[in-house]
């Protein structure tokens, strides 16, 4: 992604742009920079982002991340540009003079997407009213999105900082929608740990990020592609006369050496607050206590705590998504057709995908589905493929049931997971369409992990990040080898959904039909 500066001498091509500061991209942003985009595909733009380089407001308090994950996760989603202005240079222009000079002059911008509680222009004179206004002086189409809520409130950065200074990571990390983490390189440090015998990692906090109360945190660190158990302090150690802010973690069972390589490290629950010890004996006491009660977050308990899904075919109906899809599909590239023509056309796609009870590889599918055709002039696969990113995920279709059975177990005390073979951009899409994500507690999906179902892996690292043992989750899935026999060899609980009847229902599983029959399963 190119990291420019509204003082750059940018090209003139025409562009979708995402107004907002996005510290963290966390949910409450995705709204806006998931319509960006497919603003862009829609129309032949180029998807930016124009922010600010800080603010004013956050100069004692920090970042929720840093600008190079920051600018890691947009180009994630699909961004090829984040463009930048100082806050000093702009903060004194007219609502006009935004959208005049910057807007239409400097970003050549034909849409615009915002937050209805945007504001622009000298004081914040500007409000999403005056920025229509403007957009209909001046050409611009404006894309105002509402807000997104969890628990009835707004999703805002303000509301994630509250939840980070009170050392609450399971709100954290919900409402960001991705673990909050440490990612830095492991330093060395005066191995006072190894004297102690419990040998740590230590890495400098990123100076521009707010922090989490300082204290002692059960984590999980993930090492050569293998999820670990651990116990983390964050601060400055004064026992020992640290002044620093270091990230010190112990991994629980685990003796190789890291020095010099960049590790994530995730704080997932807070343990106590960081404290002053009378020697390093009884440092070295609280260390153990610490490394014990980190270990007994992620030890079974014998009862069920967490309730992890699958999401194609186990929450949504994939057939019916991709149907819908298709008659968009059709009427885009064959227009001519009479309407029933089109149906039928449609049909004959979704059907044509859906054969052998797997959906294909789009590359593969297009070239097979122009030769299936015998299309003369079609568009190059990769425009095909690239279009089915963006739109496909517009026509998500949930099961019956599916947002009242989640908040209903929500309700019962149980933490919610989604754990997804798939690609990065086009399941987060999925789920940001559902309006499904900000009930999940965490969600992991293979392309980013870079591991899938079946391998227990991926499973691991789901419990994990919710600070549970896998013995205390129910794994709901639809495919017998990749969700079914992968959350057994993890040692989860599983249940079978049926209700799309792709396969048969393995032996031994307990098979349910609707969310409302998975509840009552439980």
Known sequence: MKRLSLLDALDTTPRAVALGFFDGVHLGHRAVLRHTLTAAEAYALTPAVFTFDTLPKLADSGLLLSREETDRRLEQLGFSERIAAPFSALHDLTPKAFAQNVLVDT???????CGRNFRFGKNGEGDVSALEHWGQVFGFDVRVLDLV??????????????????????????????????????????????????????????PETVKPPFGVYASVVEVEGRVHHAVTNLGVKPTVGGCEPLAETCILDYNGDLYDRTVTVRPVRFLRAEKTFDSVESLRVQI???????????????????????????????????????????????????????????????????????????????????????????PPIERLVNEARCFFPNYTTLLPNVDQGLTALRARGYLLGIVTNGDIFIQNKKLDVSALRPLFDTVVIAGEEGVSKPDPEI?????????VSPADCIFVGDHPEKDIEGAVSAGMQTRFMCACGWFDPPAGVTVVHSMDELIESI
């Open 107 to 113: 970003l050549h911008a034909a849409v615009v997407c």
């Open 149 to 206: 809520t969890a628990d009835t409130e707004p999703i805002s950065s303000t509301r994630i900082r509250r939840a980070l200074a009170a050392g609450d990571m399971p709100t954290v990390n919900r409402l960001l929608g991705h673990p909050y983490e440490v990612t830095a390189t492991v330093v060395s440090g005066a191995h006072l740990g190894r004297t102690l015998g419990t040998p740590t990692i230590n890495q400098k906090l990123p």
């Open 288 to 378: 153990q206590k610490d490394s014990e009660t980190a270990r007994a977050c992620f030890a079974p308990t014998g009862h069920t705590r967490a309730v992890l899904f699958d999401f194609d075919d186990t929450l949504q109906n994939r057939r019916e998504a991709f149907l819908n899809y298709a008659r968009g599909f059709v009427r885009r590239h064959f227009p001519a057709l009479p309407a029933d023509t089109q149906e039928l056309r449609a049909h004959d796609m979704a059907e044509f995908c859906a054969s052998g009870n797997e959906f294909p590889n789009y590359d593969a599918f297009y070239t097979a589905l122009i030769e299936h055709w015998q299309w003369q002039g079609a």
């Open 459 to 467: 499973f691991y690292r789901a419990a994990a990040r919710l600070g």
